[in-house]
């Protein structure tokens, strides 16, 4: 379904559904399947995802632990057993008016879930959860087919998977939700350890989506936090956009809420704030840990196990990084200004979170030492333009000085114009960047006199080579002073007093110090 169509539908909804209602009773199916047909691509994540989804139900969502099965790699038969099993616990509940959510995450077609060799057709499972006596029916399905950069889940060409929900008689109410429209892939991907559907409706459930602040995720608010999440990551994957869809027939004007942020029963919790304006990643432990939740530029609160996090929070020039510490039933926030400010450079060259590459430009003093014996030293200027991609930068480099030397009876300028391609190696450390770089490009001589007699101009061409070391210091925002030194090895043609000529290696020492600014 498009976006505005969706859109507009929960926009009704909101206005027809004057109150907030929990079911009484809930049953939870989870299923997560790494393991597919024999011609399909293993995934890393499904059953992680599938693992996130049950510790969410059960610590914000109201399902106990006998109330909900996880299953991680098992049979149809299995899943279809303990589908029954729910709706007979629902069927035997006096005036039940709980709710059945099935979960799904794991490769499927056009015919059905593929479940390792088994499969589970789609409309048997459609079938068993239309047909649950619980009040409200929930069916997620994060699953698709095709593999690539992402890991997207499944790798063989099908016709288009869809699943929509039907009109049926006598039913209270069914949502269907999957991950990608029925042309689509649903991805993977290493960064978040994840799907990027059920990455943010997770992030969803546990407060990111929680747009009223009234301490309860309701399955609107949680669909469209998911949805503009996989949208916005998926936009920048190598397989392209993905869009997650709905079905939603629920009679009645209540909304149906998932979780409920106030109310922790099951799990010792705190409250992790977090302000508007950026785009925060919450990891557990450390950087390299398990993404916890992501926020949408909004201010959010997160209701997280107790521990120590890492954050991430992204803007439009740099990132902050830093910990955070949830306790139990208590309130903590982060503060910007207690995090280390990142520039993207820095990351482009560490394989961090950043854009692919970041240009800037160079501009400052430089001092070469006399390329003959009695010339004095060359004082001028240099400009760059640089792009830094990971791991490395490549400058290209314009610079211009002037040197000389006088004697008694003859007074010498001479100037230098020299372009340089410059590529240079960078360790990105806490507040300085070092690097070595290696320099190559023309420099052009023009030399006049100043003499009784006759001395005319001479103008030279030469290669020149330069070795350098460097040291990068952020400074404020975009900016950075930059520092280098090294030496110039210069190939030309020289000639003497006869009028000789001969190849010449002169060699100098050169410093260049400077302001950078990087976008």
Known sequence: MRRSAFCATIAALAVAAPSVVLAAERVAVIMGNNVGATDETELRYAEDDAERIQRVLHDLGGFGAEDMVLLRGESTETARRAIIRANDRLRNEANSHGTLIVYYSGHADQQGLHLGASRFPLEELEALVRGSPARTRILVVDACRSGGLTRVKGHVEAPPFDIRARRSEG????????????????????????????????????????????????????????????????????????HPTFSYEVRGREEIVLTNLAEQTNRPAGQLRLPAGRRYLVIRDGPEGSVMAETDGRASRLILPPGRYFVRGRGDRDLLEGTARVQEGEASSVEEDRLERVAYARLVRKGGDAPTTVAGVHAGYLFRTGLWPGFNPCHGIFAAYETVRRGFSLMGRIAACRSGYANATLTSTADELSFQFEGAHVWDLRFVSPSLGLALGPA????????????????????????????????????????????????????????????????????????????
Do not use: C, M
């Not at 039913?171 to 991805?187: C, I, K, P, Y």
């Not at 005319?456 to 925002?477: M, Y």
């Open 171 to 242: 039913s209270e109410g069914a949502v269907f939700l999957t991950s990608s429209a029925a042309n689509e892939d649903a991805q993977e991907s290493d960064e978040l350890r994840g799907s990027f559907f059920t990455h943010y409706l997770v992030s969803a459930l546990v407060g990111a989506a929680d747009s009223d602040g009234d301490g309860r995720v309701t399955l609107s608010e949680a669909y469209a936090y998911a949805y503009e999440g996989t949208l916005r990551a998926s936009s920048r994957s190598v397989v392209g956009l993905q």
């Open 444 to 519: 052009f001589f023009h030399q006049t006199f100043v003499t009784r007699g006759e001395a005319p101009i001479q103008n030279a061409l030469a290669g020149v080579l330069t070795a350098s070391a460097g040291v990068e210091i952020p400074l404020v925002g975009r900016f950075l002073l930059a520092g280098a030194g090294g030496a110039n090895v210069y190939l030309l043609k020289q000639r003497d007093a006869a009028g000789r000529t001969s190849l010449s290696t002169p060699v100098s020492f050169v410093v260049r110090i400077g302001l950078v600014a990087r976008w």
